[in-house]
């Protein structure tokens, strides 16, 4: 136990929050750590949207690269960040048990809007085409920046509301009275669950690592991961999906979507099977959704994102 494991983070609060959290876990196993905070690209430039900015996994590669050059030795994500193909040498070491899995609406103490016309912000792609489903009359504004920015951007706006994952804002302790639960919103696949990577070569972090797993949540991610991989291999496209086990009958309830980016356009797939299904679960639910008109959407909003 002599080797001290280097964690790399970015520097926000909530990726910190994240980082110590598996800190704290390694040290109870016996394990030496040290926190290496590093700024991402995603952090750096907040005037354009994600998807403009043409990079998927703009949080981690930072964090890949310093993995690579041997500056950190595991790097801990907010899986719903992670791109769903990792870098050559690197690997999924860990998924730590799932949070909150939850969208919320953070408003101003009044929900008059909900009825009329109303202004809402959001950074993702599905956030935005969900809520336009919902609320076609509304508009959708873009919001970037940590947690900690997109509370104050919300507060010094005349924006009725923002949308957040719940999990993030409970991590540290963010979530305001004014919430309420978009319980009829499907979440980003993995959202709520954190992955701790590591290189595929580094026998003693990856030994470390696999006590943190929890199974439950790697299964119900990787369905979700793969549902997203199947469908657009990347990460832009309005796509949400959630699978839950059931461990009395022992069963996988899914559910999967995907949406125009204007959000007039609705796929969905729900499904239970029973857990021995699951490898090809989310693979098979993407491609119902492919073969029933949902692969020349997928070329739409490609075509749409890149001009």
Known sequence: MTKT????TRDSELALWQAHTVEHQLQQLGYSTKIVAVKSTGDIILDKPLYELGITGIFTKTLDVAM???QI???VHSMKDVPTALPQGIVQAAVLERANTVDILVHKGNLDFLNGNGTVATGSLRRQAQWLNKYPNHNVVDLRGNVNTRMQKLQDSDWNGAVFAAAGLERINLKPETYIDL?????APAQGAMMVVAMENDDFALDALAQLNHIETEICTYIERQFLRTLEGGCTAPIGA???YNEIDDTLHFQGVLFSLDGSQKFEINKVVDISEWKKLGYNSAQ?????????LMADIKSKLKK
């Open 5 to 8: 494991i280097r964690i790399g």
């Open 242 to 244: 959630i699978a839950r």
């Open 183 to 187: 319980d009829w919103m499907i979440p």
């Open 73 to 75: 030795d595991i790097a």
């Open 68 to 70: 690579i050059s041997g």
């Open 288 to 296: 119902e959704i492919l073969t029933n008109g949902g692969s020349e």
